[in-house]
């Protein structure tokens, strides 16, 4: 038997960001608010807070992609369940083959499938509509990391890998939107992400300690955790804004 879970297979967390259900609720009402017609999701992942925000709009229509097949699968099936699969359209394949005008653009953790922040802000200003809201939500510094800090997180990554959140809404604001709400994930929801991010593969390992693949698992587990404790908390953050643009 291997890892039914994966390291990062998602199946624990409601949202693939460190986002709780109750921020999200009010992310898709302020979203909903303006009786969107259509709904683009750019790398979507399962949809989740796509399918909030439909569920808010019951007269929008939505579209999201992403390249991960699985996460298009739970997408699907999620939308069914919810009687929302005549509404949503999930697809697989790169974003930027499938770019569309929409009155509510959602981009979340996605940013690279444009290449960098101030590029896919711009290309999102041109598939909004007008009158339309962004939700863009990308990760930012909470504070400029130490040497230290940065040995400690991942393989290459430089200051410059991440903007402070008073440069990004700058970034927002000079590719043409207003920012009508910033905010930031809490450390209570990184601390949810990051430990249901690692539960089914925690759990896994208590019940199978003596699998010839434990140790290879136990090993990216626990570097993982080291990755998050030791060098990205209260460091790395997550920010959302959600963005206007003229009428």
């Not at 969107?36 to 939505?62: F, N, Q």
Request: with cysteine; aromatic share 8%.
């Amino acid at each position: 038997m291997t890892n039914p879970h994966g390291l990062g297979a998602g199946t624990r967390l409601t949202f693939n960001s460190p986002l709780s259900s109750e921020r999200a609720d009010r992310l898709a009402a302020d979203l909903a608010a303006t009786k969107p017609a259509t709904v683009l999701d750019l790398g979507c992942g399962w949809g989740e807070l796509l399918l909030r925000v439909l569920a808010a709009a019951p007269d929008a229509s939505g579209t999201g992609i992403d390249n991960f097949g699985p996460d298009m699968v739970r997408a699907r099936h999620n939308a069914a369940d919810r009687g929302l699969a005549d509404r949503v359209t999930f697809i697989e394949g790169a974003v930027a083959d499938h770019l569309a005008n929409a009155d509510v653009v959602i981009s979340s953790g996605a940013y690279q499938a444009f290449g960098d922040i101030k590029t896919a802000l711009t290309g999102i200003r041109s598939l909004v509509n007008p009158g339309g809201r962004v939700l863009f939500a990308a990760e930012i510094w909470e504070r400029i990391p130490t040497a230290e800090q940065l040995a400690n997180m991942w393989d290459g990554i430089t200051v410059d890998d991440c903007l402070l959140l008073p440069d990004l809404v700058d970034t927002a604001v000079a590719t043409g939107f207003r920012p009508l709400r910033i905010e930031t994930s809490t450390r209570g929801e990184w601390e949810e992400f990051e430990s249901l991010f690692l539960a089914g593969s925690e759990e896994w390992l208590l019940a199978n300690g003596d699998h010839p693949e434990a140790d290879a698992m136990r090993d990216r587990v626990d570097a993982h955790r080291a990755i998050w404790l030791r060098g990205a908390r209260d460091v790395f953050g997550f920010a959302f804004l959600t963005l206007g643009v003229p009428g």
